[in-house]
């Protein structure tokens, strides 16, 4: 008469995941005044709206987990977000066994081993999918705000390149500017 025996198999698995999404484009700016000039515009205001400059030249902005890196010579723009934790898995499975016929005790708690392992890796998978999902959430909602505020900059830095060109051009007599509609009005004497 054979025996049946219940063997219970418990494992845990404890990951750092990860969920990253990342963006680039490019600014639109005018050649008004030569690169340099119009790349270090850019860098100033900036510099005014919370970028800190980076050893390589480049313009970084951090708001919790996405990163804004703007390239004023270039007017490369790459907008990051990240996402991550650290996870505990945990699953347990029971299987039977009988003391008479078919594979021991050991080999039977190796399979239910293995395919706990499986599932632990397919929630992991899972995680992960949810971290991604949240980054490019996260993503998106950096872009809506951004997108303004970079335009706003470009009007500015282009108000500026062309107040600086009137004058390179001959006596600026009058300037009016209307902030509301962003219409600038320059009255050059050459």
Same mark, same amino acid.
């Given at each position: 008469?054979? +025996?049946a ?5 418990? =494992?845990?698995l404890? +990951?750092?995941l990860k969920?990253? &999404?990342e963006?680039?484009?490019?600014l !639109?700016? #005018?050649e ?5 000039q119009m790349?270090g515009?850019l860098? !100033?205001e900036l510099? /005014? @709206?919370?970028f ?5 030249g480049? $313009?970084? @902005?951090? %708001?919790?987990?996405?990163?804004v890196c703007?390239?004023?010579? *270039?007017?490369?723009?790459?907008? +990051?977000?990240e996402?991550g934790e650290?996870?505990?898995?945990e699953?347990? @499975?029971?299987a *039977?066994?009988? &003391? &008479?016929?078919g594979?021991?005790?050991k080999g039977? @708690?190796?399979?239910?081993? !293995?395919?706990?392992?499986? %599932?632990l890796? /397919?929630k992991a998978e +899972?995680?992960?999918e949810? $971290?991604?999902?949240?980054?490019t959430?996260? #993503?998106?909602?950096? #872009?809506? =705000?951004?997108?303004p !505020?970079?335009g ?5 830095? *282009?108000r500026e390149?062309?107040?600086h060109k009137?004058?390179q051009m001959?006596?600026?007599k009058?300037i009016s =500017? &209307? =902030? ?7 009255k050059?004497?050459?």
């Open positions: 008469m054979s +025996r025996y219940r063997i219970t198999v418990k =494992e845990s404890t +990951r750092e969920g990253s &999404d963006i680039a484009t490019k !639109e700016v #005018l008004i005044l030569p690169p340099e790349a515009l860098a !100033e510099k /005014k @709206r919370g800190e400059e980076q050893e390589d480049t $313009l970084i @902005r951090t %708001d919790g987990k996405v990163t703007i390239e004023p010579c *270039t007017g490369e723009v790459t907008v +990051r977000s996402s650290t996870v505990t898995l699953a347990k @499975r029971d *039977t066994g009988y &003391d &008479d016929i594979p021991g005790e039977i @708690r190796e399979r239910v081993r !293995e395919q706990i392992k499986q %599932d890796e /397919k +899972r995680e992960t949810r $971290l991604q999902t949240q980054a959430r996260g #993503l998106e909602q950096k #872009l809506e =705000e951004l997108q !505020e970079l706003a900059v470009i009007n500015k830095i *282009t390149a062309l107040k009137a004058q001959g006596s600026v009058e =500017e &209307d =902030e509301e509609t962003g219409n600038l009005t320059i050059v004497e050459v």
